[in-house]
C-alpha cells in the first residue's frame, strides 16, 4: 500500500477556492480572449461553453474522485487502483508535464510581477504602442532581469506551497481569489464605460457560424483542458485532500462556473477594451504587455488601472502555478517520506533551473527547437501534446480500468444526489476519449 496523505482541505469552500485558483489563471485572462479574439469571436465562446459542459466537468469530477479514492499523489493513485500494472507511469508523465509546464508558467509569470512593479513606479505611463513594445522586449531579452523575474516568481509559488495544503495553499488562495474577483470587476465597470466598447461586448458573444469551423472546435477543446488542468495530476492530487463527506459532483460545477465566468469577464474587458481604441483584434504576448497597457494607460486613471490590471494577472497566475508544484511536492514527498519544506524547496530549485532556458529564450543566444523558441517549443509540448496525451490516459483510466462502477460509487460518496451520472458514464467512457482521440491524431498529424 503506497503512502497515505494525512493532509486535509479545511472546508469546502477553501477547496473551492484553491482550484478555481490551479483553473484560473493566465490561461483565462490571457490565452482565452486571444483565441476568442483569433477565431472570430462569439462561436468559439459558444463551442468552449459547450465543450465545458460535455467534456470539461464530467472530466474534473473522473479526476477528483480518483485523488479521493486512496488520498494518494497522482503516481500511486493510479498505481493503487490497479495494482501491478504500469499505470503508474501515467501519473509519472502527469507530475514531469506539470514541472514542464511550471517551468515556463514561472517565466511569463516572472514577466507580470515585473509589469506590475514598473506601473507601481509609473514607469508604463505616458509610453506609445512603439514604446511599450520596447520595455516589453528590453524585459524580455535581457538576461539578467528575465532570470531575477522567474527566480522571484518561483520564489513566490515556493513560500505558499511551503505553508501546506490548509495553511499555505488554501489560506493563500482564500485571499487571493476574492481580490482577484473584486479586480476583475473593477476592470469590466471601467471598459464598459468607455466609448464604443460595447460593440466589442456584442462582437464577443455574438456567434457567426460561419466561423464556427473544425480547428476552432479543436482549439477550444484544448482551452479547457489548459484551464481546468486536466491531465496533469493537479485534479487528482487537489482531490485526494477531501474528505470523503465532500460533494464532488457539486464542487465540480462550482469550480466550472467560477473559471468560466472569469474567461468570460476577461473577454469582455479585452476584446471591448481593443474597440474602444479602434486597435484590430489580435492576441499573442504583445496583447498582455503592449496593447492592454497602452489601451489602460489612455483611459481616466489610467496609472491606478494598470497597476490593478497587472496585480490582478500575478494573483491569477500566482494561485495557478502553486497547483502545478503542489503535484511535484505530493509525489516527491510521499515517496521520498521528505518533509514538505524540503521536498517543496528541492521542487522549487530544480524547476527554477529548469525554466531559465525559457526565461532566456527571448534573449539574444536563446536557444531554437524546430524554429520555435525555446519557451515556445515547451509550451507547445505540453499544451499540444502532453495534456492530451495525460488527459486520455487518466479519462481511459478512470472509465475502463478502474471502472465507471466503482468510480461512480466514489462520487456518490457525499454527494446529495448526482442526477447526471448516467451522463456522466457516457461522457467518460467514450465521449471524452473519443475527443481527445481525435485531437491527439489532429495534432500529430498537423491538421490542427
Ligand atoms: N489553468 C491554469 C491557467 O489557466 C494553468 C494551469 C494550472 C495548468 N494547472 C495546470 C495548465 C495544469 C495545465 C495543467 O492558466
Known sequence: MAPQSTERWGSRLGFVLATAGSAIGLGNIWRFPSMAA???????????????????????????????????????????????????????????????????????????LAYLTRSLRGGLAGLDAVGLAAVFDAQVSEPGAAVWWHAV???????????????GIERWSKVLMPGLVVLL????????????????????????WADVTWPVVIQATGQVFFSFGLGMGVLITYGSYLNRSEDIPRAAVYVAAADTGVALTAGLIVIPALFAFGLPVQGGPGLLFVTMPGLLARMPLGAVATFLFFLMVATAALTSSVSLLEVVVAVAGQRLRWPRLRT???????????????????????????G??????????TSDLLLPVG?????????????????????RTG????????????????????????????????LG
Open 153 to 167: 516568481f518561483m520564489l513566490l509559488t515556493f513560500a505558499v506551497v511551503a505553508g501546506g495544503v490548509k495553511d
Open 38 to 112: 483569433a477565431n472570430g469571436g462569439g462561436g468559439f465562446v459558444l463551442i468552449y461553453v459547450l465543450i465545458i459542459l460535455l467534456v470539461g466537468v464530467p472530466a474534473m469530477m473522473a479526476e477528483l474522485a480518483l485523488g479521493r479514492r486512496g488520498h494518494s499523489n497522482p503516481v500511486d493513485a493510479f498505481g493503487d487502483a490497479q495494482p501491478g500494472g504500469r499505470w503508474q507511469w501515467a501519473g509519472v508523465l502527469a507530475m514531469v508535464a506539470s514541472g514542464l509546464i511550471l517551468s515556463y508558467y514561472s517565466v511569463v509569470g516572472g514577466w507580470v
Open 185 to 208: 470587476l473593477v476592470l469590466l465597470l471601467r471598459v464598459l464605460t468607455l466609448e464604443g466598447a460595447m460593440a466589442g461586448a456584442i462582437w464577443f458573444l455574438t456567434p457567426r
Open 344 to 370: 517543496a524547496a528541492a521542487a522549487a530549485a530544480v524547476l527554477l533551473v529548469l525554466g531559465i532556458p525559457s526565461a532566456l529564450a527571448q534573449t539574444e543566444r536563446g536557444w531554437q527547437i524546430a
Open 415 to 446: 454527494s446529495r444526489g448526482f442526477r447526471t451520472a448516467p451522463l456522466w458514464v457516457f461522457s467518460v467512457r467514450l465521449v471524452i476519449p473519443a475527443a481527445l482521440g481525435v485531437i491527439l491524431v489532429t495534432r500529430l498529424l498537423g
Open 391 to 411: 488527459g486520455l490516459l487518466t479519462i481511459l483510466f478512470v472509465g475502463w480500468v478502474w471502472g465507471a462502477g466503482p468510480a461512480l460509487a466514489e462520487l
Open 372 to 381: 520555435r523558441d525555446f519557451l515556445s517549443a515547451v509550451d507547445s509540448l
